[in-house]
């Protein structure tokens, strides 16, 4: 089982959007995911059509390795996806995890790693306690960034962060809500290339198809396919699937 992160410092680039992609492009490859909401907003959750509650006895019990972890885990529109949903409560993890091994996270799905080939963590966008615990569990960390400065620096932030740390964790950042149009967007990105080598180079464009996922509670490939969206969505899940 291989677990992978959709993390960024910053709000707002687009983190659930690929998670939700991603995960969908992965099951439809025909691997076994989970995908693990960790965000309090749920956005996730709502997505993939579930309601924000985490059974088999919350969050609290998933912490402590006691949950029943076939009742927490929910099933999903698609084949091959199941979902550990989030809910409000969520909000606890930071304080929950407080104190634990660095790679409680990973701990916590020991009995599922026979269940699934992949794990894809959808993540709350804040520096702590949990982040912390999402650098050592997983394999990877796939950040989104916007073509702005702001969204670089976090990038660098991050970086920076896992050096002083001491934690190997591989970065693999990748463009997201990409206007092409945008002269700055284009130059922001050619620049960016010879500084990230460990980029992966798929472009996911900014397209108004992404939002209506909230209206359809579906990912790309469910209702727009032939989208230019689902269609970057797929690039990058075939890259990501290269290099794991
Ligand atoms: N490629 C895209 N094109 C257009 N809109 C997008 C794209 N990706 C995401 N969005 C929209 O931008 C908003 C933020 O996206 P998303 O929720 O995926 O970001 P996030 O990083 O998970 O946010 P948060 O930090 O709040 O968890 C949403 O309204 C989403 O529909
Ligand atoms: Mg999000």
Same mark, same amino acid.
């Given at each position: ?104 996270? %990973? !701990? ?5 790693? +026979? =269940? ?9 966008? /804040? @520096? ?53 149009? %945008? !002269? ?5 990105? +050619? =620049? ?9 180079? /798929? @472009? ?41």
């Amino acid at each position: 089982m291989q677990m992978v992160a959709v993390y960024s410092i910053k709000g707002g680039v687009g983190k659930t959007a690929s998670a939700v992609n991603l995960a969908a492009r992965a099951s439809l490859a025909g691997h076994r995911v989970l995908l693990w909401d960790l965000d309090p907003q749920a956005a996730t959750t709502f997505y993939l059509r579930n309601k924000p509650r985490v059974r088999g006895g919350g969050v609290e019990k998933l912490v402590k390795g006691k949950a029943a972890l076939n009742k927490a885990v929910r099933d999903t529109p698609l084949d091959n996806l199941d979902l550990l949903p989030a809910s409000f409560e969520s909000r606890e993890l930071d304080q929950l995890l407080e104190g634990r091994k660095s790679s409680r996270l %990973r !701990k916590v799905l020991k009995p599922l790693f +026979e =269940d699934y080939d992949l794990v894809i963590l959808d993540c709350p966008p /804040s @520096i702590s306690t949990l982040s912390g615990q999402v650098f050592s569990s997983v394999d990877v960390l796939l950040v989104p960034v916007v073509p702005t400065t702001l969204s670089l620096r976090t990038l660098e932030q991050l970086q920076n962060h896992l050096d002083r740390e001491d934690i190997a964790t591989p970065v693999w950042p990748f463009f997201t809500l990409v206007d092409k149009r %945008r !002269k700055m967007h284009m130059q922001t990105i +050619e =620049d960016f290339r010879q500084q990230w080598p460990a980029q992966l180079s /798929s @472009i996911i464009p900014n397209a108004s198809v992404v939002e209506r996922m909230g209206v359809e509670q579906a990912p790309l490939s469910s209702f727009a396919p032939r989208s230019a969206a689902a269609h970057a969505y797929r690039e990058l899940w075939e890259e990501i699937e290269r290099r794991l």
